[in-house]
């Protein structure tokens, strides 16, 4: 077994909660349709392929290191000068870090998937085209190891500038996964299995994940001095 793991971040990102099109929301992490799709980007699938399908056996697993802001933006379409435009409110997570991890026992696939992510045929983006990575991304391939291992072993991979700021030494980090990696936690479904790309009959299908979580050494921490003053002390 391999696993790769990814270092999302972008100054914006945003994930395929349901919504209509007036109304667009975000999970509040990566989602797993949304990698797929990054990653069939990557090897050069077309939307309408079934090829798809295939990478939802994947183990998919993702750690919130760096939970950022939730961004509101408004926007107005227009398809033609001579009809008024329709209102779209779209929903952003700003500065977020997320750590994702794959694992498969097919281990020439995990190296397929992990040049590609190196040399994509499409442009990668996270969740929307206009959210793409904030530089090369950042990858690790980890063998014989499971997603959920990884995810717990790996080192806090937040900014500097949020481990500085964060005021504690421990920071308790949130993991979603899919929930055959974590039988002990309790489930939930959710719409977030990849049926079709197909831009003409988009669908998703429903799958099991599940809530961990992790405590990482923030090794920017710095304890801050006492500037408390008692003025009445010195009388």
Partial sequence: MKTLVIRIAAPLQS???????????????????????MIGAALGFRRESDDYKSLNDLDFAVRVDQPGEVLSDFQITHYS?????KLSHRIYLQDAVFMV???SKQDALMEK????????KFQLYFGRRSNPPAGILKMKMCPDKTAINVLKE???????WFQRKYKKDVFNARIYADAKLVPDRPNRLIKDAVGSFNQKSRYYEYRSVAEDNVFLENSNYVQRKNTDHDIWASI
Avoid: M, N
């Fill in 15 to 37: 994930y395929g909660d349901p919504a209509s099109f007036e109304k667009r929301t975000t999970f509040r992490a990566p989602s797993k349709s949304a990698v797929i799709g």
């Fill in 154 to 160: 790996l080192p806090w991979q937040a900014s500097v």
């Fill in 101 to 103: 991890a794959l694992s």
């Fill in 81 to 85: 000068l001579k009809k008024p435009g």
């Fill in 113 to 120: 998937i992990e040049y590609a992510l190196r040399h994509p």
